[in-house]
């Protein structure tokens, strides 16, 4: 029978939670709150109807506004019967007495509301829809474009200027770069609203608004609100509804599958879509929760579909970053800085690539490892890094981030290959050989090179070797 | 010192309000609700910087969405340093015991979710933008069109659309005519916003958006939420704007009297000019609140001060509503049917006018009497309204109706006259006459002689000759 999980200080308990279970991720939060009587401090993290049917793109989502999203850990929770987790923390930590410890705190207050990470603060995530699409290089109707006038229309700073409400922020940063839109939905013939409070970032957008050609904020923040009722993982949801629409272009699905009609641009078919992906409504909306690939391998469509690994993030800046993503992690496209190489390098230097790779992964899962935000990667620098931790009393972490960021690196590839993953196995549909970016058309022969060479890298990770090869150089 | 009144069943208190005073009216209700804890079954009626400056355009406003407006009632608190009422009724009726109160309460029911009523369910009482600019009846500019092709960005229907977020409800009834919608504020140069909800209807729109040529439905909202928080009477404020528009268009004033540049559609200028109203903050804008016509003395421009008596309702219907508005009871436009009998009656026949303004009175005071919706007027026929009275009790008021009525009217009409009141003095300022309406140009000569025949009829008004009157007839 289904399960919530009551964490406090002092114990952990399982509670029955046969009463929440079919609930929206919404209808599921409101309903412990109440039986917490109005603690604020708790958190809540829980699933929604995707994941209770075990949808390969079901995301956890916590704090409202946040998902755990890409991989399917939605459905993990799905399979165990836990529909929600309740952590009620009551301690405190205690600041250091040093006086190095307030300074040091000052020193990273000054740089992370400094001007780099402002624009964070002030459009959120979403300033990169417009530059991006300047670039060509923003992934658009299925990837079929990576430019296109119409994303004037849900830039972030039209977010910003039309549907944006308030700001959020996780605990304690001063950038606040949690973005809150505001959805009307009409209930009566009359005029009837319901409205809720969204969260928006650049990868939603993406995928509901870009991928879908949706050219409304209001409309894409529609959509998202269904996918998170759900409890889905958005990028996944938009990119797979993404493809069913192309799919539906090219007559290898109709109507009798998508039940509702799939229209690049039309969002209420989205809604509806994006619902019925969420229930599992019928066999072909069952298929698709197994994933893009999945549905294109029982379909057909497979050179359309947009997955590396998984459904692809909002980024088609390149060779580099389509084989990062392919082989690599893919939690997020901040996991790699693929995306970063091909906006600043334009050589097709392989070595150099595969090597930007490994090394900007070491400092990445640094930070990932802290729970710090990646986004203040540029402030972080190993040596602000170091005196953090040694004011908190980490002093053997402070000496040691090198190896210890390459240790964990290691483990990472290590763990990864002994459960299954063969990089060697993976390929790169069609799509993205096909596109053109600021670059110009994309280069496949690059493209192969790269997949071949990383490929390699990341077999032959060995810390101990590239511990050497550091002292050395 | 600054004092506010505490009602519950059993006992009046009166409580030092020293940190109330100087509050707008949501800081007053919020401070108030913090004291309270909570309970929501309160009623608080409060003033806001207005009244405390004895503006004589201050409203009272209750239950937040509601303002007692009209007539400066907001400036007798003040003067009196009383800053709220607070209500904490905890008693209830008993519903009658009989049969009969469920099937009438079920006819009501029935009859006021019918047809007629229920645009006020949907669009709300701004269904009449549209309809009066249609007609050429809507007052645009201070009263220099009757219709504008802009109006349609200020449709009740447009507002339905775009701002409207939720609906609210006098208590119990089922139309739920109450729309309210919702502003943002950016406070800082990076997006940072607050929001409000803020209702609206017919008369704010006309006052801050049609005569003062804003056409868009977000920023007359943005109008209103200031008007509100300062506690003013948002007709009386909007149309005081619209002459100092058209003052400052003639020269008569300059930036120098209104501080900050007044510009008929320029919304940004009258969210400044509505705070320093508010405010009184210098010399002009006190000079201004004592009324329109008060600044028009002292300025000039008396000709377009669009004042009947108080500033005027959003009704430019013709003759027979000018006439009552300027000469009648004025707390609304509701409170005679003139605005009515000009849309259906085109005949020039004065005693025919005079005659439905007095006996259309009768029916409202009555129902103003006993505190009902004028909007449901259609729907409380005589026969009806004595059988309400009955199952509650009140056998003798079912009887006689219309000898209470005809009392009642007889009261307002000797006590107004007892207190200084003088129709024959009053004149009905030039631009009124100035005006084309769906029934051609408006006619002056029809109009004075309808002011000197209602002038004789409320002199002569007598509750006893009436009865025996309609006895005869």
């Keep these: ?60 989502t916590a704090g409202h506004y946040r998902e755990f999203g890409r991989g399917g850990c939605g459905s993990v929770m799905g399979s165990k019967n836990l529909k929600a987790i309740v952590i009620e923390g009551d301690s405190s930590f205690k600041i250091p007495e040093s006086k190095d410890y307030p300074s040091l705190f000052e020193e990273v207050y000054t740089k992370l509301t400094g001007k780099d990470m402002m624009k964070y603060h ?6 990169n829809m417009a530059v991006l699409n300047e670039l060509m290089m923003l992934p658009i109707r299925n990837l079929q474009r990576t430019t296109d006038q119409g994303m004037a229309g ?45 969260s928006y970032d650049h990868e939603p ?5 870009a991928m879908l050609s949706v050219e409304n904020p209001f409309e894409v923040l529609a959509i998202i609100d269904i996918s998170e009722k759900m ?89 580099v970053y389509f084989a990062s993503q392919a082989l690599g992690f893919r939690h997020s496209h901040l996991d790699s800085g693929g995306y970063s190489y091909d906006q600043k390098e334009t050589s097709k230097d392989v070595a150099k690539a595969v090597d930007s790779l490994i090394k900007d992964e070491q400092d990445r899962v640094l930070l990932t490892s802290m729970v710090a935000c990646l986004f203040a990667r540029g402030v972080y620098t190993d040596e602000l890094l170091a005196s953090c931790l040694k004011v908190v009393g980490y002093d053997y972490l402070a000496g040691n981030l090198e190896s210890v960021s390459l240790n964990i690196q290691g483990l990472r590839w290590k763990n990864r290959f002994a459960t299954g993953f063969a990089p060697e196995k993976l ?36 810390p101990d070797t590239r511990k050497s090869e550091d002292q050395a150089s």
Tied chains: 1, 2.
């Design 1 to 60: 029978a289904p399960v919530s999980l009551w964490i406090d200080d002092d114990e952990i308990e399982l509670r029955p939670a046969t009463g929440l279970w079919g609930g929206t991720v919404p209808e599921t939060e409101k309903r412990l709150r109440e039986e917490l009587g109005g603690d604020e401090l708790v958190q809540i993290a829980c699933i929604g109807p995707a994941g209770e049917r075990l949808n390969k793109m079901a995301c956890i």
């Design 122 to 127: 002030d459009i959120g995530t979403p300033i």
């Design 154 to 198: 849900i830039s972030g700073e039209k977010f910003a200027d039309d549907v944006l409400l308030r700001n959020g922020a996780c605990a304690g940063c001063p950038v606040g770069c949690i973005h809150i839109g505001f959805v009307r939905e009409r209930f009566q013939k009359e005029h009837r609203y319901i409205y809720r409070q969204v």
């Design 205 to 209: 957008i993406f995928a509901v608004g």
């Design 231 to 319: 409890g889905l993982d958005v990028m996944s949801a938009g990119v797979a509804l993404a493809w069913a629409t192309e799919a539906t272009e090219k007559r290898i699905i109709s109507k009798s599958e998508t039940v509702v009609p799939l229209s690049f641009g039309d969002s209420e078919g989205y809604k509806q879509a994006m619902l019925n992906l969420g229930m599992g409504t019928n066999e072909f909306y069952r298929i698709l929760a197994q994933g893009t690939l999945k549905a294109a391998e029982h379909y057909g469509g497979q050179d359309y579909a947009c997955v590396l690994g998984q459904e692809m993030a909002g980024y088609a800046t390149g060779e």
């Design 427 to 462: 390929s790169i549909p069609k799509r993205f050989y096909e596109i053109t970016t600021a670059k110009g058309p994309l280069d496949g022969a690059f493209l192969d090179t790269l997949k071949t060479e990383y490929c390699k890298a990341i077999r032959g990770f060995d």
